[in-house]
């Protein structure tokens, strides 16, 4: 993103879309905890963020030759399944404690990443109207 306001918010414009997205994955995985056979996924969070602070994602074509990778239909290409930390029975990978403590550092994050928007859009309104 080349525009003044996304250069002036910084990294945490292109992270709190991302951030958001993996709170969304780890809800999923907790409403799924009961669910015979659920995968737990996660986003790799890392890899997602520099796609998105170079202004595209790996899967963009940038030629008209480039052969359409299947599968891949619409689906973040950062989100992978989290390896199981106990076996159970019925194929499910959610391990609900692991997935409330993930919760709740990826809101943490989240709300860091918020708080730092905005103050950066209050000082901006500072500036703007002189107050």
């Known amino acids: 993103m080349?525009?003044?306001?996304?250069?002036?918010?910084?990294?945490?414009?292109?992270?709190?879309p991302l951030r958001e997205e993996r709170l969304k994955?780890?809800?999923?995985?907790?409403?799924?905890?009961?669910?015979?056979g659920y995968k737990a996924k996660d986003l790799d969070f890392?890899?997602?963020?520099?796609?998105?602070?170079?202004?595209?994602?790996?899967l963009d074509a940038t030629d008209a030759r480039?052969?359409?990778i299947p599968g891949a239909d619409g689906l973040n290409p950062f989100q992978f399944q989290r390896p199981?930390?106990?076996?159970?029975l019925d194929g499910n990978t959610v391990d609900a404690n692991a997935?409330?403590?993930a919760y709740g550092r990826a809101a943490l994050e989240y709300r860091a990443s918020l708080s730092f928007v905005e103050s950066k859009v209050?000082?901006?309104?500072?500036?703007?109207?002189?107050?």
Do not use: C, F, V
């Open 2 to 16: 080349s525009n003044p306001i996304s250069s002036y918010l910084g990294l945490h414009a292109q992270a709190l």
């Open 25 to 36: 994955l780890i809800a999923s995985n907790l409403s799924n905890a009961d669910t015979p």
């Open 46 to 58: 890392g890899a997602a963020l520099e796609a998105a602070a170079g202004g595209r994602s790996p």
């Open 66 to 68: 480039h052969i359409a």
């Open 84 to 88: 199981e930390l106990q076996p159970s």
């Open 99 to 101: 997935e409330r403590a």
């Open 122 to 131: 209050r000082t901006l309104l500072t500036a703007i109207t002189g107050q």
